[in-house]
């Protein structure tokens, strides 16, 4: 990491439906909200662009390239023009990317620096494949390609780790995002209501205390195509544990500045990343 200790960061909270227009609508307002308030760093939630039929999300998927003449879709062209307006990092939480099965694209987490160059990309690891107890299951592997790498991004300095919703149940990878030196951890989620209300500040606690990162999750909320329920409460949380902010229920951001000295004041106070031990 750089000399640069500070950050202000934001969460977008979203309630996407199944119209790619006015969701990256919403997504550019954000984004103006996220840059007047000083934001560097911007993380969409899962689904931004796009939540409703799995037949119509693959008709839209998109390549995810670092060259603009590779990746020319609305939703790629769409986070481009908005951290190049705006001039900040912005983190398209999840979107379709193509894969070599077209039935099953990635869900995707992408980076684009203030250049509007995308510099790094995450294909979800996890894919939820649940019954989470209201009559609802959830098969997100009949339609998605998992991944199969983590990624840590520099942000001015600052170590990035990505990952998507249902990771956020897996410390293994968050303990891999801390290794390759990671500060941050972006966790964007459209975590259902069932789990959300139990799960969702728990795991978001848990993650940062553990790996020691500070934790920076965007959510869906509200309601979406086919009943589908979403819980919100975007958050930035510190590696103490401290919910540094909240969102309220609803469309909009949350923003901290994030004191990266206190993080690394916490990794040597408390060094249990280097405690760790083999074991059968």
Same mark, same amino acid.
């Given at each position: 990491?750089?000399?640069?200790?500070?950050?202000?960061?934001?969460?977008?909270?979203?309630?996407?439906?199944?119209?790619?227009?006015?969701?990256?609508?919403?997504?550019?307002?954000?984004?103006? !909200?996220?840059?007047?308030?000083? %934001?560097?760093?911007?993380?969409?939630?899962?689904?931004?662009?796009?939540?409703?039929?799995?037949? @119509?999300?693959?008709?839209?998927? @998109?390549?995810?390239?670092?060259?603009?003449?590779?990746?020319?879709?609305?939703?790629?062209? #769409?986070?481009? @023009?908005?951290?190049?307006?705006?001039?900040?990092?912005?983190?398209?939480?999840?979107?379709?990317?193509?894969?070599?099965?077209?039935?099953?694209?990635?869900?995707?987490?992408?980076?684009?620096?203030?250049?509007?160059?995308?510099?790094?990309?995450?294909?979800?690891?996890?894919?939820?494949?649940? @019954?989470?107890?209201?009559?609802?299951?959830?098969?997100?592997?009949?339609?998605?390609?998992?991944?199969?790498?983590?990624?840590?991004?520099?942000?001015?300095?600052?170590?990035?780790?990505?990952?998507?919703?249902?990771?956020?149940?897996?410390?293994?990878?968050?303990?891999?995002?801390?290794?390759?030196? #990671?500060?941050?951890?972006?966790?964007?989620? %459209?975590?259902?209501?069932?789990?959300?209300?139990?799960?969702?500040?728990?795991?978001?606690?848990?993650?940062?205390?553990?790996?020691?990162?500070?934790?920076?999750?965007?959510? !869906?909320?509200?309601?979406?195509?086919?009943?589908?329920?979403?819980?919100?409460?975007?958050?930035?949380?510190?590696?103490?544990?401290?919910?540094?902010?909240? #969102?309220?229920?609803?469309?909009?951001?949350?923003? #901290?500045?994030?004191?990266?000295?206190?993080?690394?004041?916490?990794?040597?106070?408390?060094?249990?990343?280097?405690?760790?031990? !083999?074991?059968?």
């Amino acid at each position: 990491m750089s000399e640069a200790l500070e950050i202000t960061v934001s969460a977008a909270q979203m309630q996407s439906q199944d119209n790619l227009t006015e969701n990256l609508a919403c997504v550019e307002d954000l984004v103006r !909200q996220a840059a007047g308030r000083g %934001a560097r760093l911007l993380v969409l939630p899962e689904n931004f662009a796009f939540m409703g039929n799995e037949d @119509e999300k693959r008709g839209i998927a @998109e390549t995810v390239s670092r060259a603009a003449a590779d990746s020319d879709g609305p939703i790629l062209r #769409a986070l481009r @023009e908005a951290a190049r307006k705006h001039a900040v990092h912005l983190i398209g939480g999840g979107m379709p990317e193509k894969s070599d099965d077209p039935a099953r694209p990635f869900n995707t987490s992408v980076l684009v620096a203030p250049s509007g160059e995308v510099v790094a990309s995450y294909r979800k690891i996890h894919l939820f494949d649940v @019954e989470v107890g209201d009559g609802a299951s959830y098969h997100e592997s009949r339609a998605t390609s998992a991944g199969s790498r983590t990624v840590v991004a520099d942000v001015g300095g600052i170590g990035v780790g990505l990952s998507v919703c249902y990771d956020l149940r897996f410390p293994e990878l968050y303990r891999s995002l801390a290794d390759k030196g #990671a500060v941050v951890a972006t966790v964007p989620a %459209a975590f259902t209501l069932m789990t959300g209300k139990d799960h969702w500040h728990v795991l978001l606690r848990a993650r940062a205390i553990e790996s020691q990162l500070v934790v920076v999750a965007a959510a !869906q909320c509200g309601i979406h195509p086919k009943g589908r329920r979403t819980y919100g409460k975007s958050c930035v949380i510190d590696p103490w544990g401290d919910v540094l902010a909240q #969102a309220p229920d609803g469309v909009g951001i949350v923003t #901290a500045t994030l004191d990266l000295e206190r993080a690394l004041r916490v990794r040597k106070s408390l060094p249990s990343l280097t405690h760790r031990r !083999q074991f059968e």
